[in-house]
């Protein structure tokens, strides 16, 4: 089965905890920054993002981008194999932003395939943290069958609880999405699958990002 798939991830889940005061981006500046940002995939790991099936995208305005997958797929029932109804995907991004700004990731949209027979449960769920980070923020969504349509979730996060990268430090951002399947109740001879991804491979997932000016040195 094709499966044109997209991060399903939540970047924008980065929230919680705040950075030491020194390091806090100051003001409330929200417009983006004039240069662009470059985003760049460091490292993609994990058995739904195989070698070469990850891409992203800045948008013009460097107010969002998108994760694309082309195989994300998890499966259980049937001749399923069994290790199929669990796949996951580590995102390493390295993320250049303009000098003086800091960015925040304030929500997040995934889109994806569901096909779960009655009794049969999915769960979309990632995690989100800074290289070097001790905080690591969590979002879980469950599925329950009968479902056979595209389903569609959002996360967002408040101004005051967003963590901004720290200024004038390359820290890495990492995104730890994960599709589950599981057979429940319904007939174990029947497939149940759930991917990120649309029939014809054009939907991505969305990344928002909100923008503050750092303090000048």
Not at 86 to 105: D, E, I
Not at 165 to 177: D, K, M
């Amino acid at each position: 089965m094709a499966t044109g798939l997209l991060l399903s991830g939540t970047i924008a889940a980065l929230l919680t905890s705040a950075l030491p005061a020194q390091h806090q981006p100051s003001g409330g500046f929200e417009d983006p920054p004039p240069d662009k940002i470059i985003i760049k995939v460091a490292t993609v790991n994990g058995s739904g993002c195989p070698q070469g099936t990850a891409a992203v995208a800045v948008s013009e305005d460097n107010t969002a981008f998108t994760v694309t997958y082309s195989d994300y797929l998890a499966q259980a029932g049937g001749d399923s194999a069994p290790t199929a109804f669990r796949k996951n995907c580590q995102l390493n991004l390295l993320v250049h932003v303009p000098q003086g700004f800091t960015y925040a990731v304030a929500s997040a949209d995934y889109r994806g395939f569901a096909a779960l027979q009655s009794g049969a449960k999915g769960t979309q769920r990632a995690s989100y943290y800074f290289q070097g980070s001790p905080n690591t923020e969590y979002r879980t969504h469950p599925f329950s069958g009968p479902l056979n349509d595209n389903w569609q979730a959002t996360d967002t996060t408040d101004w005051a609880q967003l963590v901004w990268a720290p200024c004038g430090v390359q820290r890495n951002f990492n995104i730890n999405t994960e599709l589950r399947v599981s057979t429940g109740t319904s007939d174990p001879e029947e497939v149940s699958f759930m991917t990120m991804d649309s029939t014809d491979g054009d939907i991505s997932t969305v990344y928002h990002l909100a923008w503050k000016e750092c303090p000048e040195s």
